[in-house]
């Protein structure tokens, strides 16, 4: 029976079928069999032999595949004069698994009753469980942020939502445009392309993990909130990994991963994943002290109203993920894809008013507005009211500039109004397309010289779509890299979040500096 393979991979063991007469038993039969996708789920091309003579009985097929992911293929056999069979079913999966994606989805309008979330599923299926980003814009003019549930390898939910309390709202808002980036748990370098195997320099430098926090911070000046605990903040520390640690403050994101139903009460149902009416605990995500080494992490309840939980205060802790870029950048990155797609990356000073922060992106770099994608999250919580940033403009502005605006939002519940003039540190990072890659993670490097040749010992920390990695070298940089060996030093993992280890003797008369090249299953490095 056909086996579960990846796209455009070989399905192995090989495919056979097995002439029978007509109690059952085997035959000898010679008899030419032909094969074709009986149910076809993803739309797929059958590749390879699909037709063979049968040797004893016995048809054969070693090199079939299909070209598109999908659950429940089945492939049927037939041949002249013989009553055809079916497969048992097998599945496609896709041929990369993931490390890191950026994309876009628009979610549907909601009413003032229940309203059901969003299923997005990633383009490729991640080896563990990724952490999501999300950013919404301001196309509801209500305070209104997004919050997900059922995060895993292949997707997530998400749903927008609005505090209780809120001045003005009645549950009701149109149709929103939500980016999202999703990215395994770990220290690793994003590919930076500009100039290929010759680039100056190592590529951007991204960690990622989550907190589990009970800690919240609230409007103490403004009353209410009887019966909560004390204001309090979490210390949240960086992955430190050798040579892959920020040499200043990163941009920060966060998001929240879980949706206790302990802090939301009964609104909140699970199947399917719905809320009726406001979100009651309203939590987002609060941050401050952003350094090289990591940050402080709360959960902002100052737009919670006080009695809306049947007990007051956070009953469940709530985990925050975090993505944290190498801030000041202007890269082009190589998608799993083949295409290139910038990213830039930056601070500056937001309110309560829009305000927008250039970038501009390596020479090449293609600008369609449609096609961006924008992050923000606060880096600092200076004014006691907290508040969440919403994106508010993201546009080209000629050449290979754009324009990236986002401002504080708050809810007028405990106070009269939603203003936020206290000038705050907003992160932001740009995308200039969806993005896929499968990210490889560098420990530690080291060679020995022995005469003319080099001992190269390197350990990796992750390794997610990966088939092996090439070494390079130069005299000096007046110098191309040239290749040290023409085979492909094959990853010891391929799919897996744990180091590996790897040494090779390399004829490297003359060479000052290396470089190591990763490949991934696509071919792309």
């Known amino acids: 029976q056909p086996s579960n393979a990846a796209t455009n991979a070989a399905i192995s063991p090989a495919v056979s079928v097995r002439i029978l007469d007509s109690l059952g038993n085997p035959t000898s039969s010679t008899a030419t ?88 599923r990633f383009p490729q299926t991640f080896p563990a469980t990724p952490v999501v980003i999300v950013q919404g814009d301001n196309q509801n003019p209500d ?11 292949t997707g997530f939910e998400v749903l927008q939502v609005e505090p209780a309390g809120c001045s003005g709202c009645t549950g009701a808002a149109g149709a929103a445009t939500v980016h999202w980036l999703a990215a395994l748990p770990g220290v690793y370098r994003l590919p930076n392309e500009v100039s290929g195997i010759d680039a100056p320099g190592p590529g951007v430098l ?24 004390a204001p309090s903040w979490q210390a949240a520390t960086f992955t430190s990994v050798a040579g892959s640690d920020f040499s200043s403050a990163p941009v920060l994101l966060t998001t929240l991963q879980s949706w206790s139903a302990a802090n939301e009460g009964s609104n909140l149902t699970t199947s399917p994943l719905a809320l009726r009416g406001a ?61 290139l797609i910038g990213l830039a990356s930056g601070t500056a000073t937001v309110t309560g008013t829009c305000s927008n922060q250039t970038f501009t992106y390596p020479a090449g770099t293609a600008i369609a507005d449609p096609n961006l994608r924008g992050f923000a999250g606060l880096q600092t919580r200076n004014e006691d009211d907290g508040g969440w940033i ?34 705050e540190t907003a992160g932001r990072a740009v995308f200039t397309g969806d993005f896929t890659t499968t990210p490889v993670s560098l420990a ?27 070494i390079w070298g130069r005299a000096s940089d007046r110098e191309a890299f040239r290749a040290l060996h023409d085979d492909l030093i094959v990853s010891a993992t391929g799919d897996g979040m744990r180091g590996q280890n790897y040494s090779r003797l390399l004829p490297a008369a003359g060479v000052n500096e290396l470089r190591i090249e990763d490949v991934d299953v696509l071919g792309h490095s």
């Open 33 to 120: 069999v032909s094969l074709a996708i009986a149910n076809n789920p993803g739309s797929a091309t059958l590749s390879g032999s699909t037709s063979a003579a049968a040797v004893a009985g016995v048809a054969s097929f070693a090199n079939l595949s299909l070209n598109q992911p999908g659950s429940g293929y089945t492939l049927s056999a037939s041949s002249a004069g013989l009553t055809a069979a079916t497969s048992a079913a097998f599945d496609i999966g896709s041929s990369a698994t993931a490390g890191f994606i950026v994309g876009a989805i628009t979610i549907p309008a909601t009413t003032p009753a229940t309203n059901v979330a969003t299923r997005v």
């Open 143 to 153: 305070p209104q942020a997004f919050r997900i549930a059922n995060v895993g390898p």
């Open 206 to 229: 991204v960690k990622v993990g989550s907190v589990s926090t009970s800690a919240s911070q609230r409007a103490t000046a403004r009353g209410g909130f009887v019966g909560w605990a």
């Open 279 to 339: 979100s009651q605990l309203w939590l987002t995500p609060a941050v401050r002290n952003v350094t090289a080494t990591g940050f402080d992490v709360a959960l902002e309840s100052s737009s919670s109203d006080d009695n809306a939980g049947a007990t007051p205060g956070i009953n469940a802790p709530e985990t925050v993920g975090y993505v944290a870029i190498e801030s000041g950048v202007s890269a082009r990155l190589r998608a799993n894809a083949g295409s």
């Open 390 to 423: 919403r994106r508010c403009g993201l546009l080209g502005t000629g050449g290979t500039n754009i324009q990236a605006g986002s401002y504080v939002d708050e809810d007028a519940d405990l106070k009269a109004d939603r203003r936020h003039p206290t000038a």
């Open 444 to 470: 530690s490097l080291e060679s020995i010289r022995q005469g003319d040749q080099l001992r190269v010992q390197f350990s990796s920390a992750t390794e997610a779509g990966h088939v092996g990695f090439r």
